[in-house]
């Protein structure tokens, strides 16, 4: 969790144990180390003690490293009362907000950072205080277990809770521990491969050179390599090696900077996040998105091109009335910043704790490539809301994209759509066999930003859409069909409201015969609103009714209403037969038949009719007469008028 | 319900019997008003056939068909005569335009009997034509003038009084599919205007409106198609595939317009039809592209002429496709078959017709060639057929007609909601109520997922 500035102080362990180490200061490339080395320990050794950096620890003959991962840092994390620190943070975020024209910075500082006062010189003990290991009370720690190594030196990783010890004269072999319930496990080690380096340098990995994260939910070892192993390319490069919890260590990604000078990495929102000093600028890498393999490793390029952070301005602290002088413009990749894992910027010369942010808005026009854009975007957290904003956009008139491109995007969302929905039908189906009570991995799918269904879609986007007098109907209609055939594609079941915009607007644009073979090839899936909505439809094109009864009768569960649409249209006989057909005859009512026959004015029509109740109550009850329960009076009056009384049925005894 | 037992006369195929199909003996059009004076009237004949005929004839046989027109308005002022029976043939008339008239000749079939000194005796069979199905034909041709149709009239029927379209069973999936690249080809050659795809001779897909489906429908599959049958059955390999090195990556290749995109003298020319909108007339250019099984039809206004770069554009964005879409359609038709195919031969033959989508399913004929259609069965039952027909279109009604032919066949006529179904049954000894069960069987085995009622 990180820290967020308007957290109580109680929760400051937590911050102050992650930043106790997993840090790094702007990694030069290794020929400027041996330069900037002095300066570098100088600024290290301003901050003291604890389990020193460089020699102290390379000079020591064996460090003992206990379980519980123990550090001194010197920074005092002293907040002000949550009063004074609203004041701070109290200036208005348009005076923060950059005066920039341009809208394309993808990185910002977070609005609201913690502000470090100036304070003695504290000292602090962190402590794991999850895996019981302190004893507050006897002001003792639990010796879980010890082993014993050549360490160099180290680095811990609270998210994941792996230490990495790095050991051998190259500093290279790096040798991780994983901390569990208590206990502490040894991975496999391994080394991390070292560029050719000249003669006369010795080379060895350097600290700064590590970095620890979790991407994608898996542990990752960055390691900055300042110059490619392959002669040809001159840039640094980033290389992902893949800690998984059980099994080797494993190179997985290189990131090609293309660049040299000096770096600082942050992992933000699954992103690596590449800050180069020189240029002021930084880049970002998605390894989900697709790159070059070449049989083991996967090479990615920069996701966008190199854009400084936005500018930030600092908020003048104190009383209201001086506000009004103007913001000070924050240094940004000022040399005296700080990064930590996984997304930390410390400016020490100022005093403040940022939490790194992607926003999404302006990456939208950076990446002109809408497939990719999409992949880009459906693994971000906060997506959603860009997402369909992306869509619109490429349906407007303007930025209109081509069908195949919807096509893609479309793809792409019901996609991650339908991997939601089967992870739901699985839990549902686990659940309902009783399995969650026996297996605890049992877990209810989490619904993400990147499930976009089908209510998201059609109110955001589609019903907007339609509405839009200036596109070509052939379009509109080309884009609801899209997004069907992609729903299909995926197996996912059309809601009818989808259907319903797709026959509103082949209704308002006449043309029905595409409609007709629509619902002749099945595309529209059959319900009862459909049908009822091609009877409405009727007057204006005649075949709707016939469209309407088939759907009707495939349903099978609508024959009251197919026996309603024919009485509607005089078809008593059609009706009857039809009830009878199904076995419903016993149970109609007499009188419903009865009064639309007589509507019809067609005696004949009228004398069958009745003939076929008289039957049925002699069938049923032995007598063809009418019960006073049927109601039916009126009609035998009439039948008695016209045909006479000897035209009625005699009752018949067996 | 009515039952008729329909005494056919005896088998015209007694061997020493030779049989003559019904002929067209002339076609012509005329408008009296061309040629009002005497010595004028040959300015009336807008078209003859047979051409060759003396032009003193033509006149004559045009001013007997006025004269019968005029005479027989005196009868009936609004509805003038349809038709005239002779004993050797039968004319038929039609107005399609004010004062213009389409006639069309058709001698009657003929039996050619040896009689017992050995001369041959011929017999006329007046009654075997039935008006019905050769003034559909007229009206047809009225409708197709512009496609050059050649009549075929020994082969006619009630599927031409029907002028139905058959549709082409397939999947929701394979058919959006289809439809999303209809979309994708017309967005990116926006020239296009109206598209039709069709699978097997069947259609799948129209962009036209209902009633300039049928006609070109009727174009593609009685005329264009079975024109360009041969180098299909000569397959891939044959000697027009090798003369296009271009299109290896497919398939696909022009029924109209170029026969090979890679002679730069090659002719852009393609056949014009007209379809009906709202106010007027449309002139439409005709682009036929087929690849293997799969054929589309891409309409263009004819102010545009296509050019042989826009031919071999639209074969480079098509030809690939649709190479890719015709083996789906064949793979998932295939799947479909072996699912339905379990069932062995049924015992009927049957012919279906809807009238609100021109839908026709036909069991009875094979096949269409260039030439004629063939039935599967015999001529007379057509004729039944024909005469069911009649009937039904007599009255609003649905209604239900079973007929006992000659020898063991029965059929049967249902009507129900301007649908029509013909069943051919071939059961011996049956009676009334097992072919009537028959009949629901079939409906509920053919027909389950629409409203027919029983």
């Given at each position: 969790m990180p820290p967020r500035s308007s957290r109580p102080r109680g929760e400051g362990r937590s911050l102050q144990h992650r930043v106790g180490r997993g840090y790094g200061r702007w990694a030069p490339p290794q020929p400027d180390a041996a330069r900037l080395s002095a300066e570098d320990r100088r600024s290290r050794g301003g901050r003291g003690g604890g389990v020193a950096p460089g020699s102290g620890v390379r000079a020591g003959p064996r460090a003992a490293v206990a379980a519980a991962a123990t550090t001194t840092v010197r920074a005092g994390f002293h907040r002000e009362p949550r009063s004074t620190l609203a004041a701070a943070l109290g200036a208005p975020t348009a005076v923060a907000a950059p005066a920039m024209g341009e809208e394309d910075y993808y990185l910002e500082l977070c609005e609201r950072p913690v502000q470090f006062e100036k304070a003695n010189p504290v000292n602090c003990v962190f402590f794991d205080e999850a895996n019981k290991q302190v004893l507050p009370e006897k002001r003792s720690l639990k010796l879980l277990k010890s082993h014993n190594l050549n360490v160099n030196w180290y680095m811990y990783?609270?998210?994941?809770?792996?230490?990495?010890?790095?050991?051998?004269?190259?500093?290279?072999?790096?040798?991780?521990?994983?901390?569990?319930?208590?206990?502490?496990?040894?991975?496999?080690?391994?080394?991390?491969?070292?560029?050719?380096?000249?003669?006369?340098?010795?080379?060895?990995?350097?600290?700064?050179?590590?970095?620890?994260?979790?991407?994608?939910?898996?542990?990752?070892?960055?390691?900055?390599?300042?110059?490619?192993?392959?002669?040809?390319?001159?840039?640094?490069?980033?290389?992902?090696?893949?800690?998984?919890?059980?099994?080797?260590?494993?190179?997985?990604?290189?990131?090609?900077?293309?660049?040299?000078?000096?770096?600082?990495?942050?992992?933000?929102?699954?992103?690596?996040?590449?800050?180069?000093?020189?240029?002021?600028?930084?880049?970002?890498?998605?390894?989900?998105?697709?790159?070059?393999?070449?049989?083991?490793?996967?090479?990615?390029?920069?996701?966008?091109?190199?854009?400084?952070?936005?500018?930030?301005?600092?908020?003048?602290?104190?009383?209201?009335?001086?506000?009004?002088?103007?913001?000070?413009?924050?240094?940004?990749?000022?040399?005296?910043?700080?990064?930590?894992?996984?997304?930390?910027?410390?400016?020490?010369?100022?005093?403040?704790?940022?939490?790194?942010?992607?926003?999404?808005?302006?990456?939208?026009?950076?990446?002109?490539?809408?497939?990719?854009?999409?992949?880009?975007?459906?693994?971000?957290?906060?997506?959603?809301?860009?997402?369909?904003?992306?869509?619109?956009?490429?349906?407007?008139?303007?930025?209109?994209?081509?069908?195949?491109?919807?096509?893609?995007?479309?793809?792409?969302?019901?996609?991650?759509?339908?991997?939601?929905?089967?992870?739901?039908?699985?839990?549902?189906?686990?659940?309902?066999?009783?399995?969650?009570?026996?297996?605890?991995?049992?877990?209810?799918?989490?619904?993400?930003?990147?499930?976009?269904?089908?209510?998201?879609?059609?109110?955001?986007?589609?019903?907007?859409?339609?509405?839009?007098?200036?596109?070509?109907?052939?379009?509109?209609?080309?884009?609801?069909?899209?997004?069907?055939?992609?729903?299909?594609?995926?197996?996912?079941?059309?809601?009818?409201?989808?259907?319903?915009?797709?026959?509103?607007?082949?209704?308002?644009?006449?043309?029905?015969?595409?409609?007709?073979?629509?619902?002749?090839?099945?595309?529209?899936?059959?319900?009862?609103?459909?049908?009822?909505?091609?009877?409405?439809?009727?007057?204006?094109?005649?075949?709707?009714?016939?469209?309407?009864?088939?759907?009707?009768?495939?349903?099978?569960?609508?024959?009251?209403?197919?026996?309603?649409?024919?009485?509607?249209?005089?078809?008593?006989?059609?009706?009857?037969?039809?009830?009878?057909?199904?076995?419903?005859?016993?149970?109609?009512?007499?009188?419903?038949?009865?009064?639309?026959?007589?509507?019809?004015?067609?005696?004949?029509?009228?004398?069958?009719?009745?003939?076929?109740?008289?039957?049925?109550?002699?069938?049923?009850?032995?007598?063809?007469?009418?019960?006073?329960?049927?109601?039916?009076?009126?009609?035998?009056?009439?039948?008695?008028?016209?045909?006479?009384?000897?035209?009625?049925?005699?009752?018949?005894?067996? | 319900m009515a039952v008729a037992a329909a005494g056919a006369g005896?088998?015209?195929?007694?061997?020493?019997?030779?049989?003559?199909?019904?002929?067209?003996?002339?076609?012509?059009?005329?408008?009296?008003?061309?040629?009002?004076?005497?010595?004028?009237?040959?300015?009336?004949?807008?078209?003859?056939?047979?051409?060759?005929?003396?032009?003193?004839?033509?006149?004559?046989?045009v001013g007997l068909c006025e004269a019968i027109v005029q005479f027989t308005r005196t009868f009936s002022p609004s509805k003038p005569a349809k038709s005239l029976h002779t004993q050797k043939n039968r004319q038929f008339f039609n107005e399609p335009e004010e004062h213009f008239w389409m006639v069309m000749v058709v001698r009657n079939p003929i039996i050619e009997k040896q009689s017992k000194d050995g001369k041959p005796v011929i017999e006329y069979q007046e009654e075997e034509l039935l008006d019905k199905v050769y003034s559909s034909v007229l009206q047809q041709c009225y409708s197709m003038y512009k496609y050059l149709q050649t009549l075929h009239l020994q082969s006619c029927d009630l599927l031409d009084i029907f002028g139905g379209i058959s549709f082409f069973p397939l999947d929701k999936m394979t058919y959006l599919k289809i439809q999303s690249f209809i979309n994708r080809v017309e967005e990116s050659l926006n020239i296009v205007k109206y598209t039709a795809f069709l699978y097997n001779d069947q259609l799948i897909w129209s962009g036209l409106e209902q009633d300039d489906m049928r006609i070109l429908y009727k174009y593609l599959t009685t005329s264009l198609f079975p024109r360009h049958m041969e180098p299909e059955l000569a397959g891939r390999d044959s000697p027009i595939r090798a003369e296009m090195p271009g299109n290896l990556q497919h398939y696909g290749r022009f029924l109209t317009g170029p026969l090979n995109l890679n002679d730069p003298d090659a002719k852009c020319r393609f056949p014009k039809i007209f379809v009906n909108t709202d106010d007027a007339y449309e002139e439409l250019h005709l682009i036929v592209y087929k690849a293997m099984s799969a054929a589309v039809c891409f309409m263009i206004d004819a102010s545009i002429q296509p050019t042989l770069d826009f031919c071999r554009r639209l074969d480079s964005v098509v030809g690939p496709q649709l190479t890719v879409l015709a083996s789906d359609i064949c793979e998932q038709f295939n799947i479909n078959k072996r699912m339905s195919g379990s069932e062995k031969e049924p015992q009927f033959k049957f012919i279906y017709f809807n009238h609100m989508n021109l839908a026709e399913k036909s069991t009875v004929h094979m096949r269409k060639t260039p030439s004629v259609s063939l039935t599967s069965v015999h001529p007379d039952l057509m004729k039944i057929l024909g005469d069911i027909n009649s009937d039904f279109t007599r009255v609003d009604e649905d209604e239900e007609i079973i007929v006992k032919a000659m020898s063991d066949y029965w059929v049967v006529g249902k009507k129900s909601d301007r649908r029509e179904l013909y069943v051919i049954l071939n059961q011996k000894n049956a009676n009334l109520i097992e072919v009537n069960e028959e009949v629901k069987k079939l409906c509920a085995t053919q027909f389950n997922n629409i409203f027919f009622l029983d």
């Amino acid at each position: 969790m990180p820290p967020r500035s308007s957290r109580p102080r109680g929760e400051g362990r937590s911050l102050q144990h992650r930043v106790g180490r997993g840090y790094g200061r702007w990694a030069p490339p290794q020929p400027d180390a041996a330069r900037l080395s002095a300066e570098d320990r100088r600024s290290r050794g301003g901050r003291g003690g604890g389990v020193a950096p460089g020699s102290g620890v390379r000079a020591g003959p064996r460090a003992a490293v206990a379980a519980a991962a123990t550090t001194t840092v010197r920074a005092g994390f002293h907040r002000e009362p949550r009063s004074t620190l609203a004041a701070a943070l109290g200036a208005p975020t348009a005076v923060a907000a950059p005066a920039m024209g341009e809208e394309d910075y993808y990185l910002e500082l977070c609005e609201r950072p913690v502000q470090f006062e100036k304070a003695n010189p504290v000292n602090c003990v962190f402590f794991d205080e999850a895996n019981k290991q302190v004893l507050p009370e006897k002001r003792s720690l639990k010796l879980l277990k010890s082993h014993n190594l050549n360490v160099n030196w180290y680095m811990y990783c609270p998210e994941s809770a792996v230490i990495l010890l790095s050991t051998t004269v190259l500093e290279n072999v790096l040798q991780p521990f994983h901390f569990r319930a208590g206990t502490m496990s040894k991975l496999p080690k391994f080394e991390i491969e070292l560029p050719a380096a000249p003669k006369s340098t010795k080379p060895s990995l350097s600290e700064r050179d590590i970095a620890m994260a979790t991407v994608y939910g898996q542990l990752y070892v960055l390691f900055l390599r300042h110059h490619s192993r392959t002669s040809n390319s001159t840039g640094a490069e980033v290389v992902l090696y893949h800690l998984p919890r059980e099994g080797a260590c494993k190179k997985m990604h290189i990131l090609k900077l293309n660049r040299t000078g000096k770096f600082a990495l942050n992992v933000v929102d699954n992103l690596v996040v590449v800050h180069h000093q020189d240029t002021e600028t930084s880049v970002i890498f998605d390894i989900k998105l697709r790159g070059e393999f070449d049989g083991s490793v996967t090479f990615h390029h920069p996701v966008l091109p190199a854009r400084s952070i936005q500018p930030y301005q600092i908020p003048i602290a104190g009383p209201a009335a001086v506000t009004s002088q103007s913001p000070v413009p924050c240094k940004l990749y000022s040399s005296s910043w700080i990064v930590f894992q996984p997304d930390i910027i410390i400016s020490a010369s100022q005093g403040y704790l940022w939490n790194l942010q992607v926003k999404l808005e302006p990456i939208v026009n950076l990446l002109p490539d809408k497939g990719r854009l999409m992949d880009f975007l459906l693994q971000r957290k906060e997506c959603k809301m860009v997402i369909l904003s992306v869509c619109s956009q490429m349906l407007s008139e303007s930025d209109r994209a081509s069908l195949p491109v919807i096509a893609t995007v479309f793809d792409k969302l019901n996609h991650e759509y339908k991997k939601y929905l089967d992870a739901e039908q699985s839990y549902a189906m686990a659940v309902e066999a009783g399995q969650s009570r026996s297996s605890p991995l049992l877990k209810r799918p989490v619904r993400t930003q990147a499930v976009l269904d089908q209510s998201d879609v059609y109110t955001h986007v589609l019903s907007a859409f339609v509405e839009k007098k200036e596109m070509p109907h052939k379009f509109v209609i080309a884009v609801l069909m899209e997004y069907i055939r992609s729903l299909n594609q995926f197996q996912i079941a059309v809601q009818h409201y989808l259907h319903e915009l797709v026959i509103k607007t082949l209704v308002q644009h006449n043309l029905f015969y595409m409609l007709h073979q629509f619902l002749q090839y099945h595309v529209l899936s059959d319900s009862k609103p459909l049908a009822c909505l091609l009877l409405s439809l009727e007057s204006f094109y005649p075949p709707a009714h016939q469209l309407s009864l088939d759907m009707l009768k495939r349903l099978s569960t609508a024959n009251d209403e197919i026996v309603e649409v024919l009485l509607s249209k005089h078809q008593v006989l059609a009706a009857l037969r039809f009830i009878r057909g199904i076995g419903g005859h016993d149970n109609i009512s007499a009188r419903k038949f009865l009064d639309a026959a007589k509507q019809t004015e067609d005696n004949m029509l009228f004398y069958t009719i009745f003939r076929f109740f008289e039957q049925r109550n002699q069938r049923l009850r032995g007598s063809p007469n009418f019960t006073p329960g049927e109601h039916c009076e009126e009609h035998v009056a009439f039948f008695k008028q016209i045909f006479g009384d000897q035209a009625l049925m005699r009752p018949t005894t067996f | 319900m009515a039952v008729a037992a329909a005494g056919a006369g005896s088998g015209p195929w007694a061997t020493q019997e030779k049989q003559f199909p019904p002929a067209l003996l002339s076609f012509f059009i005329y408008n009296p008003r061309f040629g009002p004076r005497e010595g004028e009237e040959e300015n009336k004949i807008l078209f003859y056939h047979p051409n060759e005929v003396e032009k003193n004839e033509k006149i004559r046989n045009v001013g007997l068909c006025e004269a019968i027109v005029q005479f027989t308005r005196t009868f009936s002022p609004s509805k003038p005569a349809k038709s005239l029976h002779t004993q050797k043939n039968r004319q038929f008339f039609n107005e399609p335009e004010e004062h213009f008239w389409m006639v069309m000749v058709v001698r009657n079939p003929i039996i050619e009997k040896q009689s017992k000194d050995g001369k041959p005796v011929i017999e006329y069979q007046e009654e075997e034509l039935l008006d019905k199905v050769y003034s559909s034909v007229l009206q047809q041709c009225y409708s197709m003038y512009k496609y050059l149709q050649t009549l075929h009239l020994q082969s006619c029927d009630l599927l031409d009084i029907f002028g139905g379209i058959s549709f082409f069973p397939l999947d929701k999936m394979t058919y959006l599919k289809i439809q999303s690249f209809i979309n994708r080809v017309e967005e990116s050659l926006n020239i296009v205007k109206y598209t039709a795809f069709l699978y097997n001779d069947q259609l799948i897909w129209s962009g036209l409106e209902q009633d300039d489906m049928r006609i070109l429908y009727k174009y593609l599959t009685t005329s264009l198609f079975p024109r360009h049958m041969e180098p299909e059955l000569a397959g891939r390999d044959s000697p027009i595939r090798a003369e296009m090195p271009g299109n290896l990556q497919h398939y696909g290749r022009f029924l109209t317009g170029p026969l090979n995109l890679n002679d730069p003298d090659a002719k852009c020319r393609f056949p014009k039809i007209f379809v009906n909108t709202d106010d007027a007339y449309e002139e439409l250019h005709l682009i036929v592209y087929k690849a293997m099984s799969a054929a589309v039809c891409f309409m263009i206004d004819a102010s545009i002429q296509p050019t042989l770069d826009f031919c071999r554009r639209l074969d480079s964005v098509v030809g690939p496709q649709l190479t890719v879409l015709a083996s789906d359609i064949c793979e998932q038709f295939n799947i479909n078959k072996r699912m339905s195919g379990s069932e062995k031969e049924p015992q009927f033959k049957f012919i279906y017709f809807n009238h609100m989508n021109l839908a026709e399913k036909s069991t009875v004929h094979m096949r269409k060639t260039p030439s004629v259609s063939l039935t599967s069965v015999h001529p007379d039952l057509m004729k039944i057929l024909g005469d069911i027909n009649s009937d039904f279109t007599r009255v609003d009604e649905d209604e239900e007609i079973i007929v006992k032919a000659m020898s063991d066949y029965w059929v049967v006529g249902k009507k129900s909601d301007r649908r029509e179904l013909y069943v051919i049954l071939n059961q011996k000894n049956a009676n009334l109520i097992e072919v009537n069960e028959e009949v629901k069987k079939l409906c509920a085995t053919q027909f389950n997922n629409i409203f027919f009622l029983d």
